[in-house]
């Protein structure tokens, strides 16, 4: 598979014509949608998904469908058995990718806050996306995507999600709202010059891609 950055915390996932879109929330760009073959929704929040622009891409392509939560297919009503709810411990297949579900609830961002139902997904048994939540799944993850900042972690945490998980890499995605001094920072304090945490980590650049 290849795996591309968007905007945030938006990944695609590709192989030969077949493109899963992660997380294509309201500070994804929209060529992050070009050729989508199926979407997968972590939770409900502004940040990982824009209702009017999934049911706009639901409407323009008969054959796209969706794999999220129960509380995110609320808000995509009307769309009918394109939009299939999830939880932990599901299994399935979107756009040809063997998909499973890890996970259920949104990190605490405070506790006057309600928290949001949230479901990570591993790709292939290959890549695991956890939303915001550091989910750590009963299997071995080669490629963690790592939501490098929100306001429910703090660095610490961060960096023992990294260890707890021992993936044999790791890139980031949710660090829309860091600028380039933040994103230096944390680069060195996941990376060589931080704890000693043993996962490789890197930041790709929206548009960059690896192959995985």
Request: charged share 20%; aromatic share 6%; hydrophobic share 45%.
């Amino acid at each position: 598979m290849q795996l591309t950055k968007h905007g945030h915390a938006c990944v695609v996932l590709s192989a030969d014509d077949r493109r899963l879109v992660v997380d294509p929330g309201a500070f994804t760009a929209d060529d992050a949608w070009a050729g989508a073959s199926a979407l997968l929704v972590t939770h409900e929040h502004a940040d990982h998904v824009v209702p009017a622009k999934v049911r706009a891409a639901l409407e323009a392509d008969p054959a796209l469908e969706v794999w999220t939560n129960a509380s995110v297919a609320e808000q995509l009503g009307g769309a009918g058995s394109r939009v299939h709810v999830v939880g932990p411990g599901d299994t399935f297949t979107a756009a040809g990718f063997e998909v499973s579900v890890h996970g259920e609830w949104h990190a605490v961002i405070h506790p006057d806050l309600p928290r949001v139902r949230n479901v990570g997904f591993l790709v292939e048994g290959q890549v695991f996306h956890p939303g915001d939540a550091l989910t750590v799944p009963e299997v071995a993850v080669p490629t963690l995507l790592l939501p490098a900042h929100a306001p429910w972690s703090k660095t610490g945490e961060l960096i023992d999600y990294l260890r707890e998980v021992r993936a044999e890499r790791a890139y980031a995605v949710h660090d829309g709202l860091l600028n380039d001094t933040g994103l230096g920072l944390l680069t060195g304090l996941f990376g060589e010059r931080g704890p000693g945490q043993p996962t490789p980590y890197a930041r790709l650049a929206p548009g960059d891609s690896v192959d995985v």
